[in-house]
């Protein structure tokens, strides 16, 4: 007996040393895959950015303060004026540019600019911003907790304060400044660059981009490659990592909205029946918020994952290498918060409900809208039927509401794209961990997919994760000094597809 319970100890404990021989090895072997660029020399020495960063933080304030808000209902005189007020101080700050490049103004407000390469054979680079930006609700509660009134466009403390500092009114200027330093100091790029910048993303896109779009097809262009806004360089911190991390998007999650609608008979409250309207409303709410669909540890999230892994602290360095083991718990720490939770499946939320006309009738209707974010390769086709399955209630009616996007091909995280694109933030942001990523949610770049060219997305600012809450929220700033650096890497980027 004694012998007996020898052996399995021995056999238990060999069995684990493998495993932890195991663990190590492929821990180990899961090495950076970061690009050694930082040795090259930058684009062309004599290609400076002409502005300093002072210049720059000018010029966004100005920027700033023309309220260039989205709305979804027709545009008032005022809004009109603003847009094209925006126009014209844009040609004012950028007189080279304005000058050199063919400029068309798309659906009245969206601006197309092209920079002529001297080599017709190669494809446009083209980069997206936007001019527009999402309202704010100042004057209805948010006053106390702006530092400055939104649209001042206040230079303190060492930040740009204001609505459209991040999204996206930087990344348009430094794309601006990078082309008027290059012009400056003559250079000609052998690629055509792009600009377009729409004026309707916060709204969808639909009279901007959508119509860019159009324009680029009728004149039968084709870019190397799209560059849109999405993450910034997050400075430290990131899933336990010291360095900064610099996340390009290499997709994005598709886009869908539902309304449910249950019916009955309506009728006086005094003699309530079973199941009425909002009964039925409610339990396909209920079983829709129970039954999320399954995780999906895919492309990209999966690559992001790898990449980001050997920086982090070892414990999850080692969960990654080994996700054959620990694929269970790292999925449910990835679940358990928002943000990771839409990373590795499709989300649904119900975000509006409507019944009822007064307190003492049963109501004839009860409506919902569910917001459905789909990952890469989840059709919107199989989510309706994933709904209908889990309601399982033939009166609830189901349509999709407005548009339905699916969501993006996945993008190369090997081409050449990738790795020139990678290279430029290499070179601008050089102690950037830089690793592929997907995109939760939705911009401009979806019309854009019918060009059928690689889009990427990514923001080329440094900043720190509780700054980013700044976007669409209150009190977004940017950093003076960081505007340059921004400036930089768009001239680096288009000097590195030029080569
Ligand atoms: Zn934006």
């Known amino acids: 007996m004694k012998k007996l319970k020898i052996r399995i100890l021995t056999f238990l404990l060999s069995g684990f040393i493998v495993l932890v021989i195991i663990l190590a090895y492929n821990t180990l072997r899961l090495k950076a895959r970061q690009f050694p660029f930082d040795k090259e020399p930058p684009v062309k020495k004599s290609a400076v950015l002409a502005f300093s960063s002072n210049e720059l933080a000018q010029k966004l304030s100005e920027l700033i303060k023309i309220k260039t808000i989205s709305s979804r209902s027709e545009l008032s005189k005022d ?24 400029t068309k103004v798309i659906n009245q407000y969206s601006l197309l600019y092209t920079w002529k390469g001297s080599d017709p054979a190669l494809k446009p680079l083209l980069l997206m911003a936007h001019l527009d930006v999402v309202p704010v609700e100042y004057e209805q509660g948010q006053k106390k907790i702006w530092r400055y009134p939104p649209f001042a466009g206040k230079i303190d403390k060492g930040f740009v304060w204001g609505r459209g500092a991040l999204d996206d009114k930087s990344a348009l200027l430094c794309m601006m400044a990078a082309v008027e330093s290059l012009l400056g100091s003559g250079y000609q790029p052998r690629r055509s660059i792009i600009l377009a910048i ?7 896109g639909v009279q901007g981009a959508k119509k860019i779009v159009e324009e680029l ?16 360089v997050i400075a430290a911190g990131l ?11 290499v997709a994005e999650k598709g886009y869908m909205t539902l309304r449910l609608t249950a019916t009955d008979q309506s009728g006086h409250s005094s003699k309530p029946k079973k199941e009425t309207a909002i009964v039925q409303l409610a339990r396909a709410t209920t079983a829709i918020e129970s039954n999320p669909l399954p995780v999906v540890y895919q492309a990209p999230t999966k690559q992001m994952l790898e990449t980001l892994a050997p920086h982090a602290p070892m ?8 996700i054959w083991l620990f694929r269970s718990p790292v999925m449910g720490v990835l679940a358990g918060k928002p943000e990771s939770n839409a990373l590795i499946r499709t989300t649904l939320v119900t975000t509006v409900v409507k019944a009822g006309i007064q307190e003492n009738v049963i109501p004839y209707r009860a409506s919902s809208l569910v917001n459905i974010r789909l990952l890469p390769g989840q059709s919107s086709e199989s989510v309706i039927k994933h709904v209908k399955k889990i309601i399982a209630n033939k009166r609830i009616k189901l349509e999709t509401k407005g548009p339905v996007y699916e969501a993006s091909t996945v993008s190369s995280m090997v081409s050449n794209n990738y790795l020139r694109i990678a290279k430029s933030i290499r070179q601008s942001f050089p102690k950037a961990v830089i690793a592929p990523s997907l995109m939760i949610g939705a911009t401009d770049s979806r019309h854009y997919q019918v060009l059928n060219a690689p889009v990427y997305r990514f923001r080329p600012f440094k900043l720190k994760l509780t700054d980013t809450y700044g976007i669409h929220g209150v009190n977004e700033k940017i950093s003076v000094s960081s505007l340059a650096q921004g400036a930089r890497f768009y001239m680096q980027l288009i000097g590195n597809f030029d080569k």
């Not at 809004?79 to 063919?102: G, I, N, S």
């Not at 870019?223 to 999405?230: A, H, R, S, Y």
């Not at 414990?315 to 080994?322: D, G, P, S």
């Open 315 to 322: 414990k999850l360095r080692m969960a990654i290498a080994n």
């Open 239 to 249: 899933l336990g990592i010291k360095n900064p991390v610099a996340l390009i998007g």
């Open 79 to 102: 809004d009109k004026q603003a847009f094209v007020r925006f126009h014209r101080l844009l040609a004012e700050m950028f007189p080279q540019l304005h000058k050199t490049l063919e």
């Open 198 to 204: 729409a004026h309707d993303e916060e709204v969808g």
């Open 217 to 232: 097809r009728k004149n039968g262009i084709q870019p190397q490659v799209i560059l849109d806004e999405w993450s910034p």
